[in-house]
């Protein structure tokens, strides 16, 4: 089974601070890579996703990715209360097809 | 543009009993998905479909049965429920084709075993 890590949480960081949430798996030959926020009582919606090494901004959002650590990141630049969420890793291996592997999720405060 | 629907929102059982979830999509996107959401396990999943009459299983499958004869509908049923079975299930869906990947998630049932 492919394991995918997230950084425990709760993560809190203050309104316009910088927010990094990391997340490493297992399976070198993994191939895409997505970051899914869920508010609380709601269902996971796709912030961002990633396939290459490098970074991938969109809007306050960038996700990194290093294959060769088998590492991927989340960063939210100028963080806002309605960022605080609980966001999950999603991994895609091609032995899977279209099936994922998430992560346990880092809950993230924004605190005003 | 309902997009991807579960039925019901919110559901009490007892143990033995049958139950079923409803998920209904308007996209025609070819793969489907059952996940179970738990404290500390985070979404893994029970089964999918790569279209209709094609299901396999996921993570966690024993205790569960599913059915695609609609490319819209995706049911899971629960043939004798357990506590264990207590969760949060949410159904997704993907294209397959030009965005194979974004999986797109319905609302979610809260299911309750007493």
């Known amino acids: 089974q492919k394991e995918v890590e997230q950084n425990s949480g709760p993560l809190s960081v203050p309104e316009g601070a910088i927010a990094s949430l990391n997340c490493t798996y297992s399976?070198?030959?993994?191939?895409?890579f997505f970051w899914y926020r869920q508010y609380s009582g709601k269902s996971p919606e796709l912030i961002m996703s990633i396939y290459s090494n490098g970074d991938k901004e969109d809007g306050r959002f960038t996700a990194q990715l290093n294959k060769a650590s088998q590492y991927v990141s989340l960063l939210i630049r100028d963080s806002q209360p309605s960022d605080s969420a609980t966001y999950l890793c999603?991994?895609?291996?091609?032995?899977?097809?279209?099936?994922?592997?998430f992560g346990p999720g880092t809950r993230l405060s924004v605190l005003p | 543009d309902a997009g991807i629907t579960q039925s019901p929102r919110y559901k009490i059982t007892e143990t033995g009993r049958q139950v079923t979830l409803m998920c209904h999509q308007t996209w025609s996107h070819s793969y489907m998905f059952w996940y179970r959401q738990d404290l500390g396990h985070g979404l893994r999943l029970i089964y999918y479909?790569?279209?209709?009459?094609?299901?396999d299983k996921g993570e966690v499958p024993d205790g569960y049965v599913v059915s695609r004869s609609k490319t819209e509908n995706f049911p899971l049923t629960l043939e004798s429920a357990t506590r264990s079975q207590t969760s949060v299930y949410f159904c997704?869906?993907?294209?397959?084709?030009?965005?194979?990947?974004?999986?797109?998630f319905g609302p979610g049932t809260r299911l309750l075993v007493l």
């Open positions: 479909s790569a279209a209709a009459d094609i299901t």
């Open positions: 399976d070198r030959v993994s191939q895409s």
């Open positions: 997704a869906s993907s294209e397959g084709r030009t965005s194979p990947e974004t999986q797109y």
């Open positions: 999603a991994v895609r291996h091609e032995d899977y097809g279209q099936n994922f592997v």
